[in-house]
């Protein structure tokens, strides 16, 4: 799935200002994309198709704040609740048509619609201190939005001599774009607060979009150029949401084809892919006064997703089994840059990861293991005019799964985002049926600048521990459910970043020692 919402607006030194000891939250709700593959019409050419997808969630949470319990309440109420229940669920009607333009290619369209909303007693961390701000469940939010809006046309046998059939594809509208397993371009929409949903959110995809997309055949190489939108409403998102942004640029990706396996009609997967991207944001917003210096502000009062005007990405990055000897050893890797030269606009920041894993396909449940060692950049200098904070831009949950790019259960939902932290992760997993994949993952987050928080009270970069225990089973083609246990355990550095925040806001007295423990439970259709 593939998600989220920045739906607390950041405070100075990068924390939520609700919680005062949490990171922002800049965090994409789960997205499965719909198939139409359910034929409605098929005569001539013509074809119609439809899809639906839906999703429904259950979650329980202990020791909210590390024990110091939520805000969600009158700031006159000494009522601290340390547990919450909430339920969410999301569903995404499709319908997708075809038609061949004569001896031209084909014509295409698709279109959806995203339906959600959530009840109950709130998320797993604190809402803003402000009664008339609750967290993403106040008020029991409903939404209903376009989502899909795209027309496109296929080469079909156009330069087949060339390029060969199908080799170019061009599509405007809203529709969803992913590069690579998701960790810079996969979401181009935040889902919290009135947008109804966060965690399944089926709402994903980018707004007035131009791609192109070339894939020559007998050539191991594809390309995009892209122009893209981030869809920003902070009407819907009481004012949190990210900086809009407008984007373009290109994805090229150097690539070894899998096997086709008989009878098989889907492509096969990359045996390795290697890729390169680069964009510009030549459009974004620069107020609020966060989203960018004024003559005044200093890079430590500015949101993660300030500065984005005249902001270049680059990054290049690596996936597969590139030994021929043993396809079962598997690496993943990619480097990502942000520079912004601009006067009072300037960025220098980066990320990068690398992950290991090895596969043992030839024993019993097919365990799989892998290590990874992710760094997203933080503020040195929060005084300066230069923002070194790495801005994790249009993220998902990524294609992989658990373990992809919402670091954690606990921390990757709902504490902080890929920025100004440095992961240690370890996975394991096995498939004791076909229809049943069961692992554990294990996180070590450490702040990579403790001097991003402004607070000389803070001086330990460790943040948190987290191990997520979780089971997905696929008892039918069209149903997925999905389990977690997880437990965030706080490190000295969120400790003392809790004990300032509750000395100047309260409750007085109460414990932030305390390891969160969250359940979730998921169901998830697709027709």
């Known amino acids: 799935m593939d998600k989220r919402s920045e739906y607390r607006k950041l405070s100075p030194n990068g924390?939520?200002?609700?919680?005062g000891f949490l990171l922002a939250a800049a965090m994409l709700a789960p997205a499965a994309e719909a198939r139409a593959d359910k034929t409605l019409y098929d005569e001539d050419g013509t074809k119609i198709t439809g899809a639906f997808t839906g999703v429904v969630g259950v979650f329980g949470v202990g020791n909210v704040d590390f024990g110091a319990g939520d805000f969600n309440s009158p700031t006159t109420s000494t009522v601290r609740n340390t547990e919450r229940v909430w339920f969410e669920s999301?569903?995404?009607?499709?319908?997708?048509a075809e038609t061949p333009l004569w001896s031209y290619g084909t014509g295409y369209s698709l279109f959806s619609f995203v339906a959600q909303g959530t009840g109950g007693s709130g998320d797993a961390v604190s809402s803003l201190p402000q009664y008339a701000l609750r967290s993403t469940t106040g008020n029991q939010p409903?939404?209903?939005?376009?989502?899909?809006?795209?027309?496109?046309?296929?080469?079909?046998?156009?330069?087949?001599?060339?390029?060969?059939?199908?080799?170019?594809?061009?599509?405007?509208?809203?529709?969803n774009f992913l590069v690579g397993d998701g960790l810079v371009i996969g979401a181009g929409i935040f889902n919290a607060f009135g947008r109804g949903a966060f965690y399944t959110?089926?709402?994903?995809?980018?707004?007035?979009?131009?791609?192109?997309?070339?894939?020559?055949?007998?050539?191991p190489v594809r390309a995009n150029l892209f122009k893209l939108e981030d869809r920003v409403d902070q009407g819907l998102l009481q004012g949190f949401d990210q900086a809009k942004a407008k984007l373009a640029g290109f994805n090229a990706e150097w690539f070894k084809a899998g096997e086709k396996k008989e009878g098989d009609t889907t492509a096969p997967p990359d045996l390795w892919t290697l890729g390169v991207l680069y964009f510009n944001i030549y459009d974004a917003d620069s107020t609020p006064v966060t989203f960018s210096f004024s003559p005044t502000s200093t890079a430590a009062s500015l949101s993660q997703s300030a500065n984005r005007e005249g902001l270049n990405v680059f990054s290049f990055r690596a996936a597969g089994s590139f030994l021929e000897f043993d396809r079962d050893i598997l690496f993943y890797g990619e480097y990502v840059g942000e520079q912004n030269g601009n006067a009072n606009r300037r960025v220098d920041a980066d990320a990068w990861y690398v992950e290991p894993g090895y596969k043992f396909s030839n024993v019993d449940w097919t365990p799989q293991f892998a290590f990874r060692y992710a760094h997203f950049s933080g503020e040195s200098d929060p005084n300066g005019r230069v923002k070194h904070s790495y801005d994790s831009l249009f993220y998902t949950a990524g294609p992989r799964g658990y373990g992809s790019w919402y670091l954690g259960e606990i921390y990757g939902w709902y504490l902080g985002t890929p920025s100004n932290i440095n992961v240690v992760m370890a996975s394991a997993n096995v498939s004791p049926l076909d229809t049943l994949t069961t692992g554990v993952i294990f996180y070590d987050f450490r702040f990579d600048q403790t001097a991003q928080f402004n607070n000389p009270s803070?001086?330990?970069?460790?943040?948190?521990?987290?191990?997520?225990?979780?089971?997905?089973?696929?008892?039918?083609?069209?149903?997925?459910?999905?389990?977690v246990l997880g437990f965030g355990i706080p490190g000295e550095g969120f400790k003392q970043a809790a004990a300032s925040f509750v000395a100047t806001n309260g409750p007085a007295g109460r414990s932030v020692g305390s390891t969160i423990v969250l359940g979730e439970l998921i169901a998830t259709v697709k027709f």
């Open 15 to 19: 924390v939520r200002p609700a919680a």
């Open 90 to 96: 999301s569903v995404k009607p499709s319908i997708a």
């Open 142 to 175: 409903t939404h209903i939005d376009l989502e899909d809006a795209v027309v496109g046309w296929r080469s079909g046998d156009t330069f087949k001599d060339t390029l060969g059939a199908d080799a170019l594809d061009v599509s405007y509208g809203n529709q």
């Open 201 to 219: 959110s089926l709402s994903v995809d980018f707004g007035r979009t131009a791609i192109v997309k070339l894939n020559p055949d007998g050539v």
């Open 458 to 483: 803070i001086t330990n970069d460790h943040a948190l521990d987290e191990v997520d225990l979780y089971a997905t089973w696929t008892p039918k083609s069209w149903l997925t459910i999905s389990s």
